[in-house]
């Protein structure tokens, strides 16, 4: 597949790939909306209650056990971004691994795959997802097969009205707007290359399309991470959130990608309550030491857009690669031996050096929720 980016600074597909229908639903009628699904079945009930299990035998003792499926997958829809964000591998073009976008096909294969269904999708990894045509598509058949979605967006995609459109279609269930600015100066202090005025006619076109189909869903979340130079902007974000139509703020933490002091002096908050690090010597540290314990081995996983699972997302390389959903199966991957290893090391205390960022059994770190809408 060879791609361009057009105006709005993401991708369109030059050769037609995935299934007919995602094409159709590019240029043709849009499919009617779907309604995000809102109880568990049984049987998700019943593999999430294994999944506990699992855990906890696990670390009573020390063995690795693995009973059903995952609950929640983060799938990754492209590693494309058209902004430049500095603690964004993909922004800063240093993602050490091979870039693309999942097909619909590849996405069903893995999908068609897990039984139960995950009870959640999370439609984000390193990129922009609604770079990747495909997205609402994909949505859709997650949905369908009874998953709640989420996606995490820089909202300028949605610029486009026909895009904004199939994503409110597509069953969506929540929005999360990426924003880390409540003007245009500040926005593009972080999102290098952005343009907030395509941001507020995103949110717009989502907010307009909602009202006139009459639906609830997606729910915009607007995620606000806290920078040195944004702190001022807090209430001008839940003026404009109001304005606009978006449900919710929540004004959260940074991670930083490099812990190297300058970084740290660059862009967090002096106030130590609205940072998650602390400065040891020439480090940035988090401010609590992990627990010692994760369950996201055993609860989740990551598939990145060509299928490699890795164990979460702090593994942006892919360096922990686990087997390939694609090729070799979801199913058989989340069983395998190699996957298996990884999880008795974590087990063991030997966590590899991307676990030192993590906040995994962290849940303490402050963010502030605010409901804009009823
Ligand atoms: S970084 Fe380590 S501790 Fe955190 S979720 Fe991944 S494997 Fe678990």
Known sequence: MTERADGAGFAEPVAADGAPAAATERSGTLPPPLQPRRRPTCAQLVNAGKLLGAVAASYLTRRAFVWGAPAMLMVEPATLCQLHCPHCPTGRGELNRPGGRISLADFRRIWDSLRPPPLLLQLWNQGEPLVNPDTPAIIRHAVTAGTKVTLSTNVEPLVRERLAERIVRSGLHTLILSLDGATAESHSAYRVGGDFTKVERGIRNVVETKRRLGLKHPRLQWQFLLFRHNLSERKLALRHARSWGVDEVVFNTAQLESLKREQGERWLPDDENLRRYVLRGNRWELKRRP???????????????????????????????????????????????????FRRRILSGTRPEMCANCTEGLNRLYAETHRTRV
């Open 291 to 341: 627990r010692p314990f994760c369950t996201r081995i055993f609860a989740s996983a990551v598939v990145q857009w060509d299928g490699t699972v890795v164990p979460c997302c702090f593994d942006k390389d892919g360096r922990h690669s686990l087997g390939n959903a694609i090729s070799a199966g979801f199913p058989e991957v989340w069983r395998s031996g190699r996957y298996r290893a």
